[in-house]
């Protein structure tokens, strides 16, 4: 859980240390506040769940997508963290999201698997799962690391 030091509904100050994270494969602010954790993060796969609450719904009651696709984002962030050495920066260049289901209730889960790094770039893949094991969402993602870090540009 990320630690906010400063009231989380002030505006984002890009210079100033407004919040500080538990460690390197870890939830930052926008990922508490959905509720989501991390079960696991190791050789480029994880696992994360999210449960269903109200806040959390459009308004046909069913869990919001753009929850769902935090999640899925996330958990192959986390893959990703896992084979990078922490404090590297990266992040999403290109994201497709499969709705497949809708949710209704429970927690959902993402497993998640990434492939590279290809110079800069690597590959991910979510498939998102209700808490009756049924798809509802499968993710694709290319997220790339900043210059400077080592990597072939």
């Given amino acids: 859980m990320a630690e906010l030091l400063v009231d989380g509904n002030v505006p984002r100050r890009s210079k100033e240390t407004q919040f500080r994270m538990e ?3 870890a939830c930052a602010p926008c990922e508490d506040l959905l509720g989501i954790h ?13 449960p269903f609450t109200v806040k959390l719904a459009q308004g046909g009651g069913f869990m919001h997508g753009g ?9 192959v962030a986390m ?16 994201l497709h999201l499969d709705f497949i289901a809708p949710v209704k209730e429970g927690t959902v889960t ?15 893949a ?17 997220f790339k690391v900043a210059r400077g870090q080592g990597f072939d540009d």
């Avoid at 893959?79 to 290109?94: G, Y």
């Avoid at 993402?110 to 991910?124: N, S």
């Fill in 23 to 25: 460690g390197w494969i």
């Fill in 38 to 50: 991390i079960e696991k993060a190791e050789e480029g796969r994880a696992v994360l769940t999210m």
């Fill in 67 to 75: 929850a769902l696709t935090t999640l899925g984002d996330t958990a």
């Fill in 79 to 94: 893959a990703i963290k896992s084979l990078l050495p922490p404090d590297s920066i990266f992040a999403t260049t290109e």
């Fill in 110 to 124: 993402a497993e998640a698997v990434v492939t590279g790094p290809v110079q800069r770039i690597f590959q991910g």
């Fill in 126 to 142: 979510a498939t998102l799962f209700d808490a009756d094991g049924r798809v509802v969402a499968r993710l694709k993602t290319q």
